[in-house]
């Protein structure tokens, strides 16, 4: 089994910025790929940023050159780095996990935490 645990978010202005952790706790065999998603109010969760375990990144377009996704392998964390916040990053942001073992396929969810932008 897989955990995941957020920590990281708060309120911030905008142009602010914010770090978010990710610790993964229990097995990590067959992990690939850990991502960071958001999910705004009323609206449907959406990729943010994800590393391969070779260490190649996708960016949504909305964050590129602003927001850098890394890990400690050391300390089985994820980082996200958010600079020059913008009120609509405003979101619940959540770590993921995907395993892939032979054919078998499984996506793990942090708790999320609550990022919030102001004006």
């Known amino acids: 089994q897989v955990q995941l645990v957020e920590s990281g978010g708060g309120l911030v202005q905008a142009g602010g910025s914010l770090r978010l952790s990710c610790v993964l706790s229990g097995s990590k065999l067959g992990i690939d790929a850990m991502g960071w998603y958001r999910q705004a109010p009323g609206k449907q969760r959406e990729l943010v940023a994800t590393m391969a375990t070779s260490g190649s990144t996708n960016y949504a377009d909305s964050v590129k050159g602003r927001f850098t996704i890394s890990r400690d392998n050391a300390k089985n964390t994820m980082y996200l780095q958010m600079n020059s916040l913008k009120p609509e990053d405003t979101a619940v942001y959540y770590c993921?996990?995907?395993?892939?073992?032979?054919?078998?396929?499984?996506?793990?969810w942090g708790q999320g935490t609550l990022v919030t932008v102001s004006s």
């Open positions: 993921n996990a995907h395993q892939r073992i032979l054919i078998k396929e499984n996506d793990y």
